[in-house]
């Protein structure tokens, strides 16, 4: 098990003009297009019951209130006060496994920069953020802080971070206990990780009860398909060598696939919620991921 810690490194200065154009970016999209989507969709538990209204249009039909509707023989909904102390707690799975990339960006790059942005619009909205990071061999955890200073030191804290030696240990496992213990009932959950399948934490299913839990992959074009008719060397970040793929080989396809569609049926496992999977194409503008994620949100998502 890595070794835990807190966290108190000073602010790092390299990634300042990223987190500066990702800020900028973060809070033009929350202007003009996720303002109350985001709200929608990290709302978690944190909002308290208020009153039952009229259903309008563009109102969330998860809030319909089904007893007072069948009496009334018209839509109503739900309608709560949100407490605005909502904690977002970012849980950053450094595996070796995400330093794979077919096409210039890795899923690390892809995972960094997907979650800058989302800390980012939490500190436009006034969210806290902490962060719970882990690699092989070490984890540590920052508390949740307030405030753009705040938010902005946690992002820089993560982006700061040095990717892990491919010549280590290829897992990170995740201090689950710990996360029981620090999170505040009824906050948010954001898991980044590569979701390679394996037995589901021992802890899950009480953490996934008592928070409102997203998990965040990013996919290379590699993952959904393999190039077709060619021969090719890759570096296998866990395995720490180059592996030869013939992907004319209509075994070595079937295997690729078979891989897939455990690593989506352990997605969903852990997942169960449509909505409460994002997935981030290597080759797609994070931003715009998100944007189209929050907005499957606020028109209201179904299980899968």
Not at 63 to 81: C, H, M, Q, S
Not at 125 to 144: C, H, I, T
Not at 160 to 171: E, F, H, M, V
Request: some cysteine; overall charge positive; charged content about 25%.
């Amino acid at each position: 098990m890595a070794e835990m810690s807190a966290q108190v490194t000073p602010m790092p200065s390299a990634p300042t003009a990223l987190l500066q154009r990702l800020e900028w970016r973060a809070r033009h999209a929350v202007n003009t297009t996720v303002s109350g989507e985001y709200r929608s969709a990290f709302r978690g538990r944190g909002m308290e019951f208020d009153q039952v209204v009229k259903y309008q249009w563009g109102d969330d039909p998860r809030d319909i209130d089904w007893n007072v509707t069948a009496r009334l023989g018209e839509p109503y909904r739900k309608r709560f006060v949100e407490e605005r102390d909502l904690t977002v707690t970012f849980i950053f799975e450094d595996s070796p496994a995400l330093q794979f990339g077919s096409e210039g960006r890795t899923r690390r790059e892809t995972l960094l920069e997907t979650a800058a942005l989302l800390m980012l619009i939490g500190a436009i909205n006034r969210d806290r953020v902490a962060l719970l990071y882990s690699a092989p061999g070490k984890s540590w955890f920052q508390r949740a802080l307030p405030g753009r200073k705040g938010i902005m030191r946690v992002a820089a804290m993560l982006l700061g971070q040095p990717a892990p030696s491919l010549g280590g240990p290829a897992s990170c496992p995740l201090p689950w206990s710990f996360v029981k213990k620090t999170a505040s009932r009824g906050s948010v959950l954001l898991w980044f990780g590569p979701f390679a399948p394996q037995r589901m934490p021992e802890l899950w299913r009480e953490l996934h009860y008592r928070h409102q839990a997203v998990g965040v992959r990013a996919d290379d074009p590699w993952d959904v398909e393999l190039p077709r008719n060619e021969r090719l060397s890759a570096y296998d970040p866990l395995a720490g060598r180059l592996t030869l793929l013939n992907t004319s080989s209509s075994a070595e396809r079937a295997a690729h696939a078979a891989w897939r569609e455990r690593r989506d049926a352990y997605f969903m496992e852990m997942f169960p919620r449509s909505d409460d999977r994002l997935v981030v194409r290597n080759e797609d503008d994070p931003l715009q991921a998100l944007v189209a994620w929050f907005h499957r949100h606020r028109h209201g998502g179904a299980r899968a």
